[in-house]
């Protein structure tokens, strides 16, 4: 089963190669574990593996940003996120 670690290191180089940029944020506990900047959008990713979960700071996190949180196990939901916000329809193979 991959790390978190590593499913987050992969996916940043990942949207980088995209043209986005992800950001670390380690402000509170909680708190989405990249800010993605993509011209004029943002959103919020958390990674998880395969089997994590959202805990209660994490959902508390995503209401109060009030903006996309995603949570993506994999470098292909990271990407997916991207394409969500640029407005591309992404289909998973």
């Known amino acids: 089963m991959p790390r978190e670690a590593n499913i987050e290191a992969e996916s940043v180089k990942a949207l980088a190669a995209k043209g986005a940029i992800a950001m670390k944020l380690t402000c509170a506990r909680g708190v989405p574990d990249r800010i993605v900047l993509d011209g004029d959008r ?3 990713i958390e990674f998880k593996t395969p089997t994590g979960r959202a805990s209660a ?4 996190w995503q ?3 009030r903006a ?5 196990v994999s ?5 997916a996120a991207l394409e969500s916000e640029r407005g591309i329809k992404y289909y998973h193979a």
């Open 42 to 44: 943002y959103f919020f």
């Open 57 to 60: 700071a994490q959902r508390y």
């Open 63 to 65: 209401d109060q940003l």
């Open 68 to 72: 996309n949180v995603y949570f993506a």
């Open 75 to 79: 470098v292909e939901q990271a990407i």
